[in-house]
């Protein structure tokens, strides 16, 4: 399907059809794509928490009220974590991943990029944003994840409404190094969603109030 078809169709499901689970192989796929999101310095500061059955019926008491029926009734709830404080650990793991991916073809090469990463990394723990940096990060992903299932035909639901705090202690993020930034939900939509676009049409400001086209 044509890119901006499937940005036509998606919409954000507030009721799951809940005998629809997702199949383990597409969710993996979207999972890949995920898997496959840019990130400035390429950090990937960040960590995707797939869960269903009964690790998503832990996470209910972390959703807040008026998200609880949608997040009951889909079939998964992946929470995107992203890190906390710059990772001595995980800098190095990004790293050998190049290396082993072949993007690093000899030690001055190796050394420079090591050093670039750790130059942004660094900006930010100077500016006291890194958290937000990698929830910026953790943001390009929920985007990868929502246009992924589209294209798979599975429906998504993004969830700011959790108690985010609650989130952390239930998956023990803070003793990784990680928080909650965002909650997606994937299923498939009841046949009476009330948010369907037969019944609540996508509305967006219009291309001209959106762009300024500069020359
Ligand atoms: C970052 C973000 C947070 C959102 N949080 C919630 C939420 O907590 N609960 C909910 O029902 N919808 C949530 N939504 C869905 C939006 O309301 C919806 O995407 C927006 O109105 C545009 O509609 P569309 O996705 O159907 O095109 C969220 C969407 C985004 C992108």
Not at 52 to 74: H, I
Not at 129 to 144: K, N, S
Not at 171 to 176: E, I, N, T
Not at 180 to 207: I, M, T, W
């Amino acid at each position: 399907m044509d890119f901006l078809n499937l940005l036509q169709k998606r919409y954000a499901t507030k009721c799951y059809d809940e005998s629809k689970v997702v199949p383990a192989e597409v969710v993996d796929k979207i999972m890949e794509c995920a898997r496959l999101t840019p990130t400035a310095v390429n950090a990937q500061p960040y960590h995707f928490y797939v869960c269903s059955g009964e690790s998503k019926k832990k996470l209910y008491d972390g959703v807040l009220e008026f998200n609880q029926p949608r997040f009951a009734s889909a079939s998964h709830a992946i929470v995107i974590a992203s890190k906390k404080r710059m990772d001595e650990e995980h800098l190095e793991r990004v790293l050998a991943q190049e290396e082993s991916d072949g993007r690093l073809p000899n030690a001055e090469i190796k050394e420079a990029q090591d050093k670039s990463r750790r130059h942004f990394c660094g900006i930010h723990v100077a500016a006291n944003d890194f958290v937000d940096w990698t929830g910026c990060q953790a943001y390009i992903a929920l985007g990868t994840i929502l246009y992924a299932a589209a294209s798979y035909g599975v429906d998504t639901t993004t969830l700011e409404g959790v108690d985010f705090a609650k989130v952390d202690e239930i998956l023990g993020l803070d003793a990784r190094n990680e928080t909650c930034q965002v909650v997606v939900l994937l299923g498939y939509a009841a046949a009476d969603d009330f948010n369907a676009l037969e019944k609540a049409p996508k509305s967006r400001l219009a291309f001209d109030d959106l762009n300024t086209f500069l020359k």
